[in-house]
C-alpha cells in the first residue's frame, strides 16, 4: 500500500524514527511531504534531516507559514499525481485548512483519507474553520485521535467513521535509554522543557524551588515569556540557582535529560487549552528520569504509577514532591524504573508505528 503522509510535526529529526519503522513493514511504501521550516511563537524550527531510512522524505514549500489554522502546501496534487497514493495521511487536526485542502484533493484522485487530532477540548469555531472540519468529519475513512479525550471530543462532534486512539509519536528507546549521572554530592537538578508561556506553569516550578534548598533548576525552550520568567527567578532569589538554556536540536535532547533528577510538567489548564499529552515525560522517562506532573489534561494519563502528581497551579504539592525526591534516593531509582518500564511497555516508537500501520490496512 503507498501512503503519502504531509506532516510538519516530522520536521523534528527524533519524530522520524516513527517513519522508518512505519516503513519496515513489508507491505508499505511511505512518501512524507514535510515544509522547510516551522515558525511559531518559539521562533523557526528547521528541518533536520536525522531518521531518513526506508522512505521518501520530500520537502514542498509551504504557504502561509506559522499560521496553526491556515497554512497549506499549495504543490501537494504534484505529489498525489507522481506517487498516487492508496491513502492520504493528514497529521493535522481537521479544522485546519491543510487538512480540508489535502482531503479535497485526495479525494478527487481516488485515494483513502486519514486525519490526526490532539484537540482535547469541545471548542466550536467560525466559518470557514467550522466548514473545513464538517467536511472533513463527513468524508475522512479513518481518523486517529492522540489521547481518549480527543477521541471523546470527536464522537462528541458527530465524527462516525473509524477512529483509533495513538499517540502522534513514541520514542525510541535506544537514543532515549538511561545513563549514570555524574555531578557532585548535594546537587539536586530539576528541569523542565517545552514553551514558555503561561500554560506550561514555569513560574509555578520557580515558586515551588525558591522554598527548598539545595535544587538547581534547568529550563529548556522559548517563548514569549523568557524574560518575565528570568526576572521572577532572580526576584525570588534563584538567580544562581536558576539556568535558562533556550532550545535544543531534537538529537541533543537525550544529553538534556541526562543531566536532570527530575523532570517537571506544571501545566495549568486555560479556558481554551489543557495539556494534551507531555511529549516529554515520556523521553525523560525512557532515559530513567523521574517525572513530576500536574493533574492538567492527558499529564496523570501518561504517568500513571511511574511518577508523581500534584494539583495544577498547587504549588506547595510540587514542593512537597520534589523534596521527596531530592531526599529519597530510592524513591527516585523507584520512578526511574517505572518510568523506563512504561516506556517500553506503552510508548515506543515501533509500537506508534505498528499501531499506525494496523489503521492504514483497515481503511484501505
Known sequence: MRILMVSKACLVGIYQRKLEEIARHDDVELRVVVPPYWRDERG?????????????????????????????????????????????????????????????????????????????????????????????????????????????????????????????????????????????????????????????????????????????????????????????????????????????PSPQMPAFYHHLDALVLPSRSRPNWVEQFGRVLVEAMACGVPVVGSDCGEIPHVIGDAGLVFPEGDVDGLRAHLARLRDDPALRADLARRGRERVLAEYTQAQVAAQTVRVYRQVL
Request: with cysteine; glycine share 10%.
Open 44 to 248: 523557526v524550527t528547521p528541518l533536520e534531516r536525522t531518521c531518513t531510512e526506508g522512505y521518501e522524505l520530500v520537502v514542498e514549500p509551504m504557504a502561509f507559514n506559522g499560521s496553526f489554522h491556515l497554512h497549506f502546501y499549495p504543490c501537494l496534487a504534484r505529489h498525489l499525481r507522481a506517487f498516487r497514493p492508496d491513502l492520504v495521511h493528514l497529521d493535522e487536526e481537521p479544522y485546519n485548512l491543510a487538512t480540508f485542502h489535502g482531503m479535497v484533493l485526495a479525494r478527487q484522485a481516488g485515494c483513502r483519507t486519514l486525519w490526526f487530532s490532539w484537540q482535547n477540548l469541545l471548542r466550536r469555531y467560525p466559518p470557514p474553520f467550522s466548514l473545513f472540519e464538517r467536511y472533513c468529519l463527513r468524508h475522512a475513512d479513518g481518523a486517529i485521535a492522540g489521547s481518549r479525550t480527543a477521541a471523546q471530543v470527536w464522537r462528541q462532534k458527530g465524527y462516525a467513521g473509524p477512529l483509533a486512539v495513538i499517540p502522534q509519536f513514541g520514542v525510541d528507546p535506544q537514543t532515549f535509554a538511561p545513563q549514570p549521572r555524574r555531578r557532585p554530592p548535594g546537587t539536586f537538578v530539576v528541569g523542565f522543557a517545552g514553551r514558555l508561556v503561561g500554560e506550561k506553569g514555569v513560574d509555578l516550578l520557580l515558586e515551588a524551588v525558591a522554598g527548598l534548598e539545595g535544587v538547581r533548576v534547568e529550563v529548556l525552550g522559548s517563548g514569549p515569556l523568557r524574560a518575565r520568567l528570568e526576572r521572577l527567578a532572580e526576584g525570588l532569589g534563584l538567580g544562581d540557582r536558576t539556568t535558562f538554556r533556550g532550545t535544543l
